[in-house]
């Protein structure tokens, strides 16, 4: 995050650019649909005159049943620096950092976690508050199928933050305690203690079977709406990973209000991948 604060200052410029990782090959390595984060990874290399190759999945072998093994291999081979990797199956950056030289980012596995998507959070929120030890922030939603949920417990206890993950029963994964969490189902309670309201799409993609009675009745109990706003304290920040429903985990014009730093998470993460492709490489390649 330190890394990344002075990096900030670079997207505000006329000029967007350094010359940090010139030489530098990164592929993006997405098997799945994204906006946000593979246009963010793709802006933070430019911006460090790496040279950027997308990789898509209709457009290549995997289309023609090529193993996610055969293709990290091929890219290897095309001494590559460096892989980002987003896939719908828990575990894929593994296998991709078993069979290439170049360095792995996990950009998101199945339901497993999202740690870049983790940092841009901590950054916005450190940012906006100044600091992060002792904040309690509650996460809502549908925790059971969200890689950033379970990132982002992990990260927000690390640095010494509360979490409640607040769900119908159905949408929570067991054991999540373990991970550090309390539970609750009741927004409405849970609002009223919280510094953070992180809110989370349901990810109807993911679910083999249905999970919740309706969405008319989820948005009633654990949607965010202008009468449970009124219950929370007056800078509570409101974020949302994206896309966004609105409408369903949060009333339209609430996701732009001055406590929503949706857009902001946005810019944020620009910097944050910045600094990630810059610590992993800049510097000796044997480190």
Do not use: W
Not at 39 to 55: C, Q, V, Y
Not at 226 to 234: S, W
């Amino acid at each position: 995050m330190t890394t990344a604060k002075s990096f900030v200052e670079v997207g505000e410029r006329e000029i967007k650019k350094l010359p940090t990782l010139r030489g530098k090959t990164i592929v993006n390595l997405f098997y799945e649909p994204s906006t946000r984060t593979r246009i963010s990874f793709e802006l933070a290399g430019k911006r460090l005159s790496a040279d950027i190759i997308n990789f898509s999945e209709k457009a290549s072998a995997a289309a023609k049943g090529e193993s996610l093994k055969d293709t990290t291999r091929t890219l290897n081979a095309m001494n590559i620096n460096a892989v980002v990797i987003r896939h719908p199956y828990p575990g894929s950056p593994y296998i991709v950092a078993r069979n290439t030289r170049a360095r792995v980012i996990n950009a998101g596995d199945g339901c497993h976690e999202h740690p870049t998507q983790s940092l841009l959070d901590l950054f916005t929120i450190k940012k906006r508050l100044g600091y992060l030890k002792g904040l309690k922030a509650i996460i809502v939603g549908d925790i059971f199928h969200s890689r950033v949920a379970r990132s982002n417990i992990l990260a927000f206890k690390k640095m010494g933050m509360e979490v409640k993950v607040v769900a119908p029963p159905t949408l929570l994964p067991a054991q999540v305690e373990e991970l550090g969490a309390e539970c609750s189902y009741n927004l409405a309670e849970a609002v009223s203690e919280a510094d953070i309201i992180y809110l989370l799409r349901m990810q109807t993609e993911r679910q083999a079977r249905a999970f919740i009675p309706s969405i008319r009745e989820y948005v009633r109990y654990y949607g965010l709406n202008r009468t449970l706003l009124k219950k929370a304290k007056e800078d509570v920040l409101i974020m949302h990973p994206g896309p966004m429903t609105r409408g369903v985990e949060i009333e339209s014009d609430l996701a732009d209000i001055p406590q929503s730093t949706i857009v902001e998470q946005v810019t944020s993460g620009i910097a944050v991948r910045m600094a990630i492709l810059y610590l992993i490489l800049s510097g000796d390649e044997s480190e």
